[in-house]
């Protein structure tokens, strides 16, 4: 019988003495996270907005193919009771592609594809520095913030007031030389 030790860093003499880690393919990293728990604000604020627009453009894409026919004669699609088409299909698969590239370009998922894999570091590292130069933005307090904010409407205010003042003056005087 083979005996099966599971390996444990921390005791000497396990076999092997460091961490099981899956290396994926030809030792690269596969579905791995780049520089993890970096930049996780600006990860998700980007994650969010472009699944949003992935839903926006999978929708769009539905409702241009909408008239194309069934599948599968009248098949429905459960829950959402709606038929089965070439439109719908390419929805789904646009969706799936979608998410897939902001997996790679916004979340880090390292493909083992190393084009991919670079331009996806690429970004991660841009968002993981502006998140970083966020952090050194000297933000202003509340008091500041509330007079600053009055200072914008009532300069709002007044300019819009003698806009009004001034177009109200050369409307008279056009109308008064009768060119209104």
Known sequence: MVEHRTPNPAVVGSSPSRPAIFNGVFGMSFLGIHRKGQGAHSRVVVGIALGILAIFASVSLYNVLIDLPNIAGSTRVPLVGIGLTWGLIGAFVLFILLSFFIGIFVAGVETGIRPLDNSGKK????????????????????????????????????????????DWCVSTIMEYIGVL
């Open 123 to 166: 970004t991660i590292g841009f968002l993981i520095d502006t998140q970083g130069e966020l952090q050194k933005v000297s933000w202003p307090t509340r008091y500041e913030l509330v007079g600053s904010t009055a200072v914008v409407i009532v300069s709002v205010i007044v300019i819009g007031i003698f806009i009004l003042g001034v």
